[in-house]
């Protein structure tokens, strides 16, 4: 199930939407995103699937600030990626890290919105 809203810097959220169609939540997550009225004002449009975030623009972003400014790419969105671990990996286990938002984003877009198989992605990468 996939949830996109605008959610300002009171936590308060507006002009929901709830569908099951990715196609449907895309194009409701782009007219939220496209709107330009509320450039530069503290809000954002969020979009989730099954309770997990999937991408938040917000409209007080830089332009090039990749992991918070969705305008004009919204079809890099991972939203047909599968999130989370993966059932079973030789050796594997919960591990938390401490990252920054842009590293976190790097991380999700190597790994297709999967942020622990974009960092195994960097990490192969540096030794290879």
């Known amino acids: 199930m996939f949830r ?3 959610r300002d810097q009171n936590q308060q959220v507006s ?3 709830n569908t099951g169609d990715p196609k449907a939540a895309i194009t409701a997550f782009e007219a939220l995103v496209n709107r330009t009225d509320m450039d530069g004002h503290k809000v954002m449009a969020v ?3 099954n309770g997990g975030p999937v ?7 830089r332009q090039d600030d990749q992991a918070f400014f969705w305008r004009g790419r919204i079809d890099q969105l991972p939203i047909y990626a599968e999130a989370g671990r993966p059932a079973e990996l030789d050796g594997g ?3 938390n890290v401490y990252l920054d938002d842009e590293s976190w984003g790097l991380a999700k ?3 297709n919105g999967n942020a622990s198989d974009g960092i195994r992605m960097a ?3 540096t030794v290879e």
């Open 55 to 61: 991408a938040h623009h917000k409209f007080n972003a």
């Open 109 to 111: 877009r190597l790994g």
């Open 123 to 125: 990490l192969k990468r």
């Open 15 to 17: 002009e929901k939407t």
């Open 47 to 49: 979009i989730t699937k």
């Open 93 to 95: 286990k919960r591990r």
């Open 4 to 6: 996109i809203y605008l």
